[in-house]
């Protein structure tokens, strides 16, 4: 899996091989972030996910940002496993929190000749999120992208999600967090 850092990315040159793409913080790369991962490994284009060096949580609320549920390092190779062609990385600051969620996706259309997006139903980004899953379904479709928005999966009648995931663990509920990640819990 190649690894590109956003900054590179937008200073190269467009690829010219069509890309479907996923974005988003995946922390935990659980059942949820394996559903879209594998809508976009299973697709002919090149598989990439964009995802943060950290997450965009611990940017903006440092001192009640509760950590993350794996490393960076962990991710990478979740990510690896999963069959990923690309991660583009985008390391979180000042500057990146003022670009719009359409001008965001807009750029990185451009740099990786996006044929494909994959997002979950409660994504959202830009400046002060102002860019939520259907705004990106309309704009990628608008550019003759196509656009898939995926429902949540479920456990328990409850959505998989990494909060849900963060507080298990803090409750000793080791046994949901496992069914939430879809994987032993050693192996965060």
């Known amino acids: 899996m190649d690894i590109i850092h956003w900054d590179n990315l937008i200073k190269d040159k467009e690829w010219n091989e069509g890309s479907a793409v996923t974005i988003g913080v995946f922390d935990g790369v659980h059942r949820g972030h394996r559903a879209l991962i594998d809508k976009i490994t299973a697709s002919p284009y090149r598989s990439v996910a964009v995802t943060f060096k950290i997450s965009p949580r611990q940017f903006f609320h440092k001192d009640s940002y509760q950590g993350d549920i794996i490393s960076l390092e962990r991710k990478l190779e979740l990510f690896a496993e999963s069959g990923l062609d690309s991660c583009i990385l985008i390391d979180f600051s000042d500057n990146f929190s ?16 996006m044929r494909r997006i994959v997002v979950g139903a409660d994504f959202h980004c830009g400046y ?8 990106i379904k309309r704009l990628a479709e608008g550019s003759g992208i196509t656009a ?11 959505p998989v999600s990494s909060s849900r995931i963060r507080h298990a663990l803090a409750s000793g509920e080791y046994i949901l967090a496992a069914a939430l990640l879809g994987r032993s819990i050693d192996c965060l």
Request: zero cysteines; glycine letters at 8%; proline letters at 3%.
């Open 98 to 113: 003022k670009i719009s969620g359409r001008d965001f996706i807009e750029r990185l259309s451009r740099a990786v000749n």
């Open 128 to 135: 002060r999120n102002d860019t939520d899953a259907a705004a």
């Open 148 to 158: 898939n928005i995926v429902t949540p999966v479920m456990e328990g009648g409850l």
